[in-house]
């Protein structure tokens, strides 16, 4: 027989796993933008993120979103701070980006970890189409980034 206080922490179980689960939200920084530690401007500054970095979003309240940057670490940065440009940032040691989205496809060229690329297309089949700063494009596997 289950204790009392049990059934009440079953039903809330069971409650949970029937919520939907929640899609990742990547955005992209629109301009320089510095992280603090608190959703408030007289919070501690944490670090600096730069233009077009992929960033997952946490929660937003108000003007201000509680952010994870590919690193892992967390922090709050102002809304606005963000643009509508997806990027993603290159997590392999290093990646060729190909003509079309397959292994067999000629290289286009090769980034190294930590480089920023903009999301030209929404990913298909396991590549996503980028165009790097320079303004060369192609393909990339997904494998080989984050923030997408």
């Known amino acids: 027989m289950l204790r009392p206080i049990l059934l009440p922490m079953l039903a809330l ?3 949970l796993t029937a ?8 955005r992209s920084l629109a301009d320089n933008a510095i992280v603090y530690d608190a959703c408030s401007a007289k919070a501690k ?3 600096i993120l730069m233009k077009g970095t992929p960033v997952e979003v946490i929660v937003s309240v108000e ?6 940057e590919q690193s892992g670490g967390l922090g709050c940065l102002e809304s606005g701070r963000l643009g509508n440009t997806a990027h993603v940032i290159v997590t392999a040691p290093s990646a060729s980006v190909h003509q079309a989205g397959d292994e067999k ?5 090769s980034v190294a970890r930590q480089v920023v690329l903009e999301v030209v297309e929404k990913p298909t ?4 189409r980028v165009r790097h700063r320079d303004g060369q494009t192609g393909y990339i596997p997904i494998k ?5």
Not at 105 to 109: A, D, H, L, M, N
């Open 125 to 128: 089949g396991g590549w996503v």
């Open 105 to 109: 496809s000629p290289p286009v060229f």
């Open 144 to 148: 080989s980034v984050w923030g997408i």
């Open 63 to 68: 003007k201000w979103v509680k952010i994870r």
């Open 19 to 26: 919520l939907p689960a929640r899609a990742l939200e990547y």
């Open 13 to 15: 179980a069971g409650a």
């Open 45 to 47: 500054p944490l670090f």
